[in-house]
């Protein structure tokens, strides 16, 4: 039976830990529709944040900050998706291609992310901050060589490793899927639409890896389901989505380029925190 701290208890009830998770919430989603960047590069960091300020900071607060994530995408993920399906900018083809291998990577990445202490755990998290924030400020404006699809075995082991690492971060893959299809001549708009699509396995798969790597774990606090933290999944899901809507209405009118330096710099600056610790 994992032990249950009683500040953690307290904690579940107190108005500011709502408000801490529907903020996240909205920031996420606000993010993710004016800048298209996933939940996850907010999300994870903020509540590895907000656990310490609660004191639901345990041995696993990595864990399940990665795991919480992931299931909130499988929420706001399918509304996206659907969204994107509605507009015909998903290549369901290519998504039933990569689902199995996805769903196989997302499954694997969880449960070995149950076997890293948690300090690498975060420490990977933050080299992925670093990666995704000197991306945003380096990449360029001219398209990159387009190649073809590659051929089905290797796509399919695309899939695997997307799905891997995708889960191990907490993140749904657009990141790394969309860049991947736009570089193999999908239309970036398709591309990412079906990026949408592909994370909705790589949450469901990669959230269940984290309930069963984390089941019986000592040190979580009540409420959780593995590593999964259900307060603080629901209410993000909760603001998460109609904010998405809101933040990709306003794309249209603020300058997003600019924006997104801006935000670039602060993912840097939040990688070096959680590189210390």
């Not at 903020?23 to 994870?44: D, Y």
């Not at 909130?72 to 900018?89: L, Q």
């Not at 948690?118 to 924030?133: D, H, K, M, T």
């Not at 409420?223 to 249209?252: C, D, E, K, N, Q």
């Amino acid at each position: 039976m994992p032990h249950q701290h009683p500040e953690s208890t307290l904690a579940v009830m107190d108005p500011l830990a709502l408000v801490a998770f529907l903020a996240t919430g909205a920031l996420a989603g606000l993010l993710a529709g004016l800048l298209g960047i996933g939940g996850g590069a907010i999300i994870v960091p903020a509540l590895i944040g907000i656990f310490g300020y609660l004191h639901l900071d345990g041995l696993w607060a990595p864990h399940q900050a990665v795991a919480t994530s992931l299931a909130t995408i499988i929420a706001t993920g399918s509304v996206s998706a659907y969204s994107h399906h509605r507009r015909g900018a998903v290549d369901w083809p290519i998504v039933r291609l990569l689902g199995t291998a996805l769903l196989i990577g997302a499954g694997l990445g969880a449960l070995a992310g149950g076997e890293i202490t948690p300090i690498w755990l975060q420490r990977i998290f933050a080299l992925f901050l670093f990666y995704s924030g000197a991306r945003m400020l380096l990449k360029s404006a001219q398209q990159a060589p387009q190649q073809p699809l590659p051929p089905r075995r290797r796509l399919l082991g695309a899939g695997i490793g997307f799905g891997a690492l995708s889960a191990l971060l907490g993140v749904g893959g657009g990141i790394l899927v969309v860049p991947f299809l736009a570089r193999h001549g999908i239309a970036l708009r398709r591309a990412v639409g079906t990026a949408s699509a592909c994370g909705v396995p790589i949450a469901a798969a990669g959230s269940l890896g984290f309930v069963l790597s984390g089941w019986g774990r000592a040190g979580l606090p009540p409420h959780s389901l593995g590593f999964v933290y259900w307060p603080a999944a629901l209410a993000i899901i909760a603001t998460s989505m109609p904010l998405a809507h809101l933040g990709a209405r306003l794309a249209h009118r603020l300058p997003t380029a600019t924006l997104k330096r801006v935000f670039a710099l602060l993912l840097l600056v939040v990688g070096i925190g959680l590189l210390r610790g």
